[in-house]
């Protein structure tokens, strides 16, 4: 089965620092690699598919790279709106389904 | 606009069972697949499975095999997911998710993604 890690696991920042996230697939996934962001209470919303493609709506400080095993979510310039928590999702390969990372909470410094 | 919303809070007992809907609004309910995803508290994401709405066919996460039955009525454009056997380590928030695929025409390669997700369903089991 393919398992997914982030890292890190949570970070501090502040307002108008650049942030990445990784997340790493256990075997090469393509660009089979989504991200969402989650606000507490709120469902996870779609951020970047196919690894590299920003969601119709989504603002462009958010960007995604990668390829294989080695995938990045970045924020150009976090805003106050972005304190949230971050999943990527595999979709290559099903079974096992779907997984998704263990997340990578954003919060304030 | 696209839009899934969810049946209300459930509490159950171990041992019974829990039904949550999932209703669609803003697009046509058989052309795409209907995916359902569990967040335990303080947890991550957990893909549960998924049902395609035109054909009733079901792909389920070997986790659950067994004990969760997805199905869907498409007279009310709403899917259903029923999970049996309830422990106190189902407590979660349940939700449902529609799937997008897009396939490459030079490839052939099909990428998936969810979009939208339902508001969640919490559902506490509890004796």
């Known amino acids: 089965d393919i398992q997914m890690t982030q890292s890190p696991s949570s970070l501090s920042a502040s307002v108008g620092d650049r942030v990445t996230i990784t997340c790493r697939a256990s075997?090469?996934?393509?660009?089979?690699l989504n991200w969402y962001q989650q606000k507490p209470g709120k469902a996870p919303k779609l951020l970047i598919y196919?690894?590299?493609s920003l969601q119709s709506g989504v603002p462009s400080r958010f960007s995604g790279s990668g390829s294989g095993t080695d995938f990045t979510l970045t924020i150009s310039s976090l805003q106050p709106e972005d304190f949230a928590t971050y999943y990527c999702?595999?979709?290559?390969?099903?079974?096992?389904?779907?997984?998704f990372g263990p997340g990578t909470k954003v919060d304030i410094k | 606009q696209v839009q899934l919303v969810q049946s209300g809070a459930e509490v159950k007992k171990p041992g019974a069972s829990v039904k949550v809907s999932c209703k669609a609004s803003?697009?046509?309910?058989?052309?795409?697949?209907m995916h359902w995803v569990r967040q335990a508290p303080g947890q991550g994401l957990e893909w549960m499975g998924w049902?395609?709405?035109?054909?009733?066919?079901?792909n389920y996460a070997q986790k659950f095999q067994g004990r969760v039955t997805m199905t869907r009525d498409t007279s009310i454009s709403t899917a259903y997911m029923e999970l049996s056997r309830l422990r106190s380590d189902d407590t979660a928030v349940y939700y449902c998710?529609?799937?997008?695929?897009?396939?490459?025409?030079?490839?052939?390669?099909?990428?998936?993604?969810?979009?939208?997700w339902g508001q969640g369903t919490l559902v506490t089991v509890s004796s």
């Open positions: 998710a529609r799937d997008i695929v897009v396939v490459v025409a030079a490839t052939l390669e099909g990428y998936n993604w969810f979009d939208p």
């Open positions: 803003g697009y046509t309910f058989t052309g795409y697949y």
């Open positions: 049902i395609n709405p035109n054909s009733g066919g079901t």
């Open positions: 075997q090469s996934i393509s660009s089979y």
């Open positions: 196919a690894a590299s």
């Open positions: 999702q595999q979709s290559y390969s099903t079974p096992p389904g779907f997984t």
